[in-house]
């Protein structure tokens, strides 16, 4: 057992770093690569890439992110 912050909602939390849920966040901008400050979206650079480190993401925030709809799923009819 490890313990870490969430990269989500930074609380410190214990975890398995096997079977933890990580996020891949570039230390340089503390963003994924590819995403911007207004939330856009770009090609990931290689660089940002290759600088980048897997961060712990901790259950609430996972059970969190998983009530939002995904793209598309809002417009989708019932049934």
Do not use: H, Q, W
Request: aromatic share 6%; net charge negative; with cysteine.
């Amino acid at each position: 057992m490890e313990t870490g912050r969430c990269y989500g909602c930074k609380r410190e939390f214990s975890f398995d770093p096997a079977e933890v849920e990580t996020f891949l966040v570039d230390p340089e901008t503390g963003l994924p690569p590819g995403l911007t400050v207004l939330a856009s979206l770009r090609p990931a650079t290689p660089e940002a890439v290759a600088r980048s480190v897997d961060l712990p993401v901790c259950p609430d925030c996972i059970e969190r992110a998983k009530r939002f709809p995904r793209e598309g799923e809002a417009d989708r009819p019932a049934g």
